[in-house]
C-alpha cells in the first residue's frame, strides 16, 4: 500500500509540473501588454517600457518561468499587477470562500445523488426509476447558469425567500451564511445529480447481479444486510472515483456561478484577472486549481485502493506490478453507464 501511495504521488507531482507550464505558457500567449493596460492608452511608450521592465515582464520566457515556480513551491505567489498587492491576499479568501460554496455543494450532492441512485436501481424498470433517471439526464444536459438563473427567479424574485447573492453581509451569523449559499450550492448539486445519480444506479445493479450478493441471499441474510455489507460497498466504488473528481471541480472554483451570484471566489478571481490581463494573479490561481484537482483525485485514488478487496490482495502479492488499472474509469464513462444501465 506504501508503493502504491508514492506510486501515485509521483505521478500526481509529474502533473502538476506538466500544469505549471501549461499555465505559464498559457499566461504568456494571451494578447495584450501589461504596461500598456496599467498606464493606460494615452500613457508614453517609454513609460509602458519602463513599467514592464520594473514587473520583470522583458526578460526571457525560462527564466520568468523558474522564478514564478520557485517562488510558488516557497508559498509566494507574487504581487498583482492590478492591485498592488500580494497575490495571497486576493486569492486566501477567495480560496476560502470557495471551499465554503464548494463544502456546502458537496453536501448536498453526495446523499442526495446516492440515496438517488439507490431508489433508481432498487426500483428498476419501474415509474420511479424512470423519473429519477430522466430528471438526472435533464439536469445533467442543462447548462449550470440556466438552473441558477431559473433558482433565481423563482426563489429569489418570485418567491423572495432566498437572496440572490451568495455573499452574506459582514458579520452574519452561520445561518445567515448558509441561507446565502443555498441557491448557488443547489445550482451545482443538480448539475452534478444526473452524473452521480446514473453512476450509483449503475454500480449498485451490477452489484445486485452479482454472484456474491446472490450468495449472502441464499445464506439467509436480510435484504437490509445484503445491500449494506455486499452491495453498497462494492457499488459506490466508481462512484467514488468520480466524485474525487468532481470534487476538485467544485472546490476549485466555478466561474459561471461565482461571477452570476456575485460571490468572491476563486473562480471570479480568476475570471476578474483574466480580464485585467493580471498574470501572477491569473498563473497562481490557476496552478492553485489544480493542485486541488490533483490533490482530490490522489485522495480519491487512496480512498479506492482502501476499500477494494481485489486492489488490496494485488498490492500484498505484488508490489512491482501496476494496479492503477484496477481503477481507471474509462475515458468516456457514459456508454458504459448506458450500457449498465440496460439490465
Not at 430522466?134 to 447558469?145: D, K
Request: include cysteine.
Amino acid at each position: 500500500m506504501t508503493q502504491f501511495i508514492l506510486r501515485r504521488a509521483g505521478l500526481a507531482f509529474i502533473t502538476l509540473a506538466l500544469v505549471s507550464v501549461l499555465v505559464f505558457v498559457g499566461a504568456q500567449i494571451l494578447p495584450g501588454d501589461v504596461g500598456r493596460d496599467v498606464l493606460g492608452q494615452f500613457a508614453t511608450q517609454q513609460s509602458v517600457d519602463i513599467y514592464n521592465h520594473q514587473l520583470g515582464l522583458d526578460r526571457s520566457v525560462f527564466v520568468k518561468y523558474w522564478d514564478w515556480i520557485s517562488h510558488f513551491v516557497q508559498g509566494d505567489l507574487g504581487t498583482s499587477y492590478q492591485y498592488k498587492v500580494s497575490v495571497s491576499s486576493l486569492l486566501g479568501p477567495a480560496v476560502v470562500n470557495s471551499f465554503k460554496l464548494g463544502g456546502f455543494a458537496i453536501v448536498m450532492i453526495i446523499p442526495i445523488s446516492i440515496i438517488g441512485g439507490a431508489i433508481a436501481a432498487l426500483r428498476r424498470d419501474r415509474l420511479t426509476d424512470r423519473i429519477i433517471s430522466i430528471a438526472g439526464l435533464s439536469m445533467t444536459a442543462i447548462p449550470e447558469f440556466v438552473t441558477a438563473v431559473v433558482l433565481i427567479t423563482f426563489f429569489g424574485v418570485w418567491l423572495k425567500v432566498l437572496p440572490v447573492s451568495a455573499t452574506a453581509p459582514p458579520g452574519a451569523s452561520f445561518f445567515t451564511v448558509l441561507k446565502h449559499l443555498i441557491l448557488p450550492a443547489a445550482s451545482l448539486a443538480l448539475v452534478y445529480f444526473g452524473y452521480l445519480s446514473r453512476m450509483a444506479r449503475a454500480g449498485i445493479i451490477e452489484a445486485l447481479d452479482a454472484d456474491y450478493t446472490r450468495t449472502a441471499r441464499l445464506k439467509g441474510l436480510r435484504p437490509v444486510t445484503v445491500i449494506r455489507r455486499h452491495v453498497v460497498r462494492n457499488a459506490l466504488l466508481p462512484t467514488i472515483a468520480v466524485l474525487a473528481t468532481q470534487v476538485g471541480f467544485v472546490l476549485g472554483g466555478l466561474i459561471v456561478i461565482e461571477t452570476l451570484f456575485n460571490y468572491n471566489g476563486l473562480g471570479q478571481r480568476l475570471y476578474t484577472a483574466a480580464k485585467f490581463k493580471d498574470f501572477a494573479v491569473m498563473q497562481s490561481g490557476a496552478m492553485l486549481t489544480g493542485v486541488i484537482l490533483v490533490a482530490c483525485t490522489l485522495v480519491g485514488d487512496i480512498l479506492i485502493a482502501s476499500l477494494d478487496p481485489r486492489i488490496r490482495s494485488a498490492l500484498r502479492s505484488t508490489g512491482r506490478r501496476s494496479v492503477s488499472r484496477l481503477i481507471e474509469l474509462p475515458s468516456d464513462p457514459i456508454p458504459e453507464l448506458s450500457r449498465l444501465a440496460e439490465h
